[in-house]
């Protein structure tokens, strides 16, 4: 049972997902907010819901791991496994904000992660409402820069959903909130009931199978436009992703229920990772055709991944 409870509930939070994301912005358009700051804002907030009821409900349940191991390893994968796919399919440009902003704010935001984490095996509240508040800054940061960039956001926001009825709104947005709700609790529970069947930790479940789940629809989005070359795959928009996720999800999280290192492993293994393959981006994408990720560097990413997958299983 516990495979259907995690497929169900895989399945659950990417219906929940789309709902809560189209009504959201749906409801932004409709007060009026400008397209630009509903890309920059609303759709990051509703994108992470998925992680973050996952996260929430485990901390209440008692299962802190899940909830560091959901977005640890997202973050991995969406670099590794995600970029490194995409990567492979068509060859990425990066524009000069990944330098300036960007990566160093996602390099800051996983050390100052780390420390908190390392200082007394706890997330508390204090330092939930700081990563809240830093990533307040970083999204004032974001607006401020992107007003001379509106087209591209407006590319991400279907300004057709302005026009939608408000029942039909409002059904949106039951079946989001009772999905993300339902499927959250259907993946805790299957990660802990098949932890327990195959003796293995909560941590290793949520690193490996929860974390590459929650990233599917993101990697799925990044391979067909990649494929169609409707678009440019902006690095920007994955790197902001690991920012939401520490930020938005841990942060609220934290704030809600204080978040425990219950794994030394998680420090020891899977902090250090994220650092790395974060860190590693910068030289892949300076050496050796400045500003472009090509196949070779895809490659490289996807067989640290799987690196990484198998040390942690093993």
Do not use: H
Request: glycine share 8%.
């Amino acid at each position: 049972m516990s495979i259907v409870f995690l497929i169900v509930g895989f399945v659950l939070l990417v219906i929940g997902g789309e709902f809560l994301v189209r009504s959201s912005v749906a409801i932004s358009l409709k007060l009026s907010i400008s397209r630009m700051v509903v890309g920059l804002t609303v759709v990051s907030f509703a994108t992470s819901a998925p992680e973050l009821l996952v996260s929430l409900q485990a901390a209440i349940d008692g299962f802190s791991d899940i909830s560091l191991g959901n977005v640890i390893g997202s973050n991995i994968a969406n670099i590794g496994l995600v970029l490194g796919l995409t990567a492979m399919v068509s060859p990425l440009m990066v524009d000069r904000d990944f330098y300036k902003i960007n990566w160093p704010v996602m390099m800051l935001f996983s050390i100052v992660l780390y420390f908190f984490l390392q200082s007394e095996n706890v997330l508390s509240r204090l330092e939930g409402g700081l990563l809240l508040l830093g990533l307040v800054g970083y999204m004032f940061l974001l607006i401020k820069r992107s007003r001379r960039k509106d087209k591209v956001v407006a590319d991400e926001v279907d300004l057709s959903l302005q026009d939608v009825r408000s029942i039909k709104l409002g059904i949106w947005l039951v079946i989001g909130i009772l999905a993300l709700w339902g499927g959250s609790e259907l993946l805790v529970m299957g990660a802990v009931d098949l932890a327990t069947q195959l003796g293995i930790s909560e941590r290793v479940v949520s690193v490996t199978i929860i974390a590459i789940g929650t990233s599917v629809p993101e990697l799925a989005a990044s391979l067909i436009a990649a494929m169609k070359k409707e678009k440019a795959i902006s690095l920007g928009n994955l790197i902001g992703s690991n920012i939401f996720n520490i930020a938005s999800v841990l942060g609220l999280t934290a704030l809600i229920k204080p978040v425990v290192v219950q794994s030394s492993a998680i420090l020891t293994n899977d902090m250090i990772w994220m650092l790395a393959i974060a860190f590693a981006l910068l030289p892949l994408l300076l050496l050796p055709k400045p500003s472009e990720m090509g196949r070779k560097e895809g490659f490289g990413l996807i067989v640290a991944y799987a690196i990484f997958i198998l040390i942690t299983i093993v």
